[in-house]
């Protein structure tokens, strides 16, 4: 190909999007091939060279797809020059078919750092079962797997009596190695869950930069009126299917002065590659540092989960589902686990507007809940935008009210949050 000559590919997900992914670029000038060796004495056919540009195409292409996080496709249009498109019969186009299909299949790709076929590779399959370039399936039963151990070794492992301030230290190890495996630690605040719902879709290679709170309404003097809470997030995604933010969380209870209350890391490990699957499936991590010493540190893990199902006059539907476990350590810990659940489904109406609703709950101790009355159930609706400026990167925006359903939870609660994330 010539200078001149260009390539295009619109992929869309299997899933719809707001909108398809356009990959282009210039052969020549943003990609150029060197031929080495010797080519014989006529020199390399057009036909060969038609399949050397169709693979460095894809080679593009790959990479490409692997930054916009879209793949597999299940429409694309590739459009090349070819010096003899008439030798390309239908099973030649079947192949090159086949191919694109193929793309961007892998989570992530850790091949150039150590391939499946090295020594030291081979043996790092047989020991804890690497693959360079993973399935989200593969590594969701893997996680299965160490779940299972764990729970194993709880279940063989514990005393019949357990001394308070004891058993959680010794409980948590295992844990905390599991969430280390799969990419890190996070955050979550002790009195109160955020409320946000948290999206398992993660963009490789972004920055972004994300801030929201909420404020409570109820009754004069009820203790539940007038609780702020406010985080800064800055995040970035430095492989394929993992994500990590750091953030630092403000609180002002009952509207006194703001404080800096706690410091937060959190970690989104993608399972599986998005739209593949009927849904897409993640894995959330936080760690909390709380400012005061006298305060319990927090470990905040669980699945995130979104799927497109129903519709709504014509609009599709998409669901999102957080189940969250809290744990703390340190002073003033205990041995009660939390639930938190988050659920948010809005109508995929425009990207610049998605009305629905959402729905959060927090049960404080699992294994003995108590009365519905005593736990925290809210429900309301909320907005959900997209601006795109490209190339200048998205504006992300949410805002949503509650209601609360219980007594234990405040009459209402107003929510925001704005994101915004540029690739680099």
């Given at each position: 190909?010539?200078?001149r000559?260009?390539?295009?590919?619109?992929?869309?997900?299997?899933?719809?999007?707001?909108?398809y992914?356009?990959?282009s670029?210039?052969?020549?000038?943003?990609?150029?091939?060197?031929?080495?060796?010797?080519?014989?004495?006529?020199?390399?056919?057009?036909?060969?060279?038609?399949?050397?540009?169709?693979?460095?195409?894809v080679?593009?292409?790959?990479?490409?797809?692997?930054?916009?996080?879209?793949?597999?496709?299940?429409?694309?249009?590739?459009?090349?020059?070819?010096?003899?498109?008439?030798?390309?019969?239908?099973?030649?186009?079947a192949?090159?078919?086949?191919?694109?299909?193929?793309?961007?299949?892998a989570?992530?790709?850790?091949?150039a750092?150590?391939?499946?076929?090295?020594?030291?590779?081979?043996?790092?399959?047989t020991?804890?079962?690497?693959?360079?370039?993973?399935?989200?399936i593969?590594?969701l039963?893997?996680?299965?797997?160490?779940?299972?151990?764990w729970?194993l070794?709880?279940?063989?492992?514990?005393?019949?009596?357990?001394?308070?301030g004891?058993?959680?230290?010794?409980?948590?190890?295992?844990?905390l190695?599991?969430?280390?495996?799969?990419?890190?630690?996070?955050a979550?605040s002790?009195?109160?869950?955020?409320?946000?719902?948290?999206?398992?879709?993660?963009?490789?290679?972004?920055?972004?930069?994300?801030?929201?709170?909420?404020?409570t309404?109820?009754?004069?003097?009820?203790?539940k009126?007038?609780?702020?809470?406010?985080?800064?997030?800055?995040?970035?995604?430095p492989?394929p299917?993992?994500?990590?933010?750091l953030?630092?969380?403000?609180?002002?209870?009952?509207?006194?002065?703001?404080?800096?209350?706690?410091?937060?890391?959190?970690?989104?490990v993608?399972?599986?590659p998005?739209g593949?699957?009927?849904?897409?499936?993640?894995?959330?991590?936080?760690?909390?540092?709380?400012?005061?010493?006298?305060?319990?540190?927090?470990?905040?893990?669980?699945p995130?989960?979104?799927?497109?199902?129903g519709?709504?006059?014509?609009?599709?539907?998409?669901?999102?589902?957080?189940?969250?476990?809290?744990k703390?350590?340190g002073?003033?810990?205990?041995?009660?686990?939390?639930?938190?659940?988050?659920?948010?489904?809005?109508?995929?109406?425009?990207?610049?507007?998605?009305p629905?609703?959402?729905?959060?709950?927090?049960?404080?101790?699992?294994?003995?809940?108590?009365?519905p009355?005593?736990?925290?159930?809210?429900i309301?609706?909320?907005?959900?935008?997209?601006?795109?400026?490209?190339?200048?990167?998205?504006?992300?925006?949410?805002?949503g009210?509650?209601?609360?359903?219980?007594?234990?939870?405040?009459?209402?609660?107003?929510?925001?949050r704005?994101?915004y994330?540029?690739?680099?």
């Amino acid at each position: 190909m010539s200078q001149r000559d260009s390539v295009e590919c619109q992929v869309e997900g299997l899933r719809e999007r707001y909108e398809y992914e356009p990959i282009s670029f210039n052969t020549g000038t943003e990609l150029s091939l060197t031929l080495a060796g010797e080519t014989g004495p006529r020199g390399v056919s057009p036909i060969s060279a038609d399949l050397v540009d169709f693979a460095a195409a894809v080679y593009q292409i790959e990479r490409q797809l692997r930054r916009k996080n879209t793949s597999p496709p299940e429409r694309y249009a590739l459009r090349m020059k070819l010096r003899q498109p008439q030798a390309w019969n239908e099973e030649a186009i079947a192949a090159a078919r086949d191919v694109l299909y193929l793309l961007g299949d892998a989570v992530w790709d850790t091949s150039a750092v150590l391939t499946d076929h090295s020594v030291v590779g081979k043996a790092l399959h047989t020991l804890i079962g690497y693959v360079a370039r993973p399935d989200g399936i593969q590594i969701l039963f893997y996680l299965a797997t160490l779940f299972g151990v764990w729970l194993l070794t709880k279940w063989v492992g514990s005393p019949p009596a357990r001394r308070p301030g004891v058993s959680l230290r010794r409980g948590i190890e295992t844990p905390l190695v599991i969430l280390l495996l799969l990419g890190g630690l996070g955050a979550g605040s002790v009195a109160e869950a955020q409320l946000k719902v948290r999206y398992p879709i993660v963009d490789y290679r972004e920055v972004e930069i994300e801030h929201f709170g909420d404020i409570t309404f109820d009754k004069p003097n009820s203790g539940k009126t007038n609780n702020q809470r406010y985080t800064n997030e800055y995040g970035l995604g430095p492989l394929p299917g993992w994500f990590v933010e750091l953030g630092t969380e403000f609180q002002a209870p009952n509207g006194q002065n703001i404080t800096y209350d706690a410091t937060e890391i959190e970690n989104y490990v993608q399972l599986t590659p998005t739209g593949k699957y009927w849904g897409d499936l993640a894995m959330f991590a936080e760690y909390e540092m709380p400012i005061h010493r006298g305060d319990a540190k927090s470990f905040l893990f669980g699945p995130l989960g979104q799927a497109q199902f129903g519709a709504i006059a014509g609009f599709g539907a998409l669901h999102t589902l957080n189940l969250l476990f809290t744990k703390t350590v340190g002073n003033n810990s205990t041995d009660a686990t939390r639930l938190n659940v988050a659920w948010q489904s809005r109508l995929l109406i425009d990207p610049g507007i998605a009305p629905g609703f959402e729905y959060y709950s927090q049960i404080d101790q699992v294994l003995n809940p108590g009365k519905p009355a005593d736990q925290q159930h809210r429900i309301g609706p909320v907005l959900v935008g997209l601006q795109n400026f490209a190339p200048y990167g998205k504006l992300k925006y949410e805002a949503g009210y509650q209601f609360g359903l219980t007594s234990a939870t405040p009459r209402g609660a107003a929510r925001w949050r704005l994101e915004y994330e540029i690739a680099f």
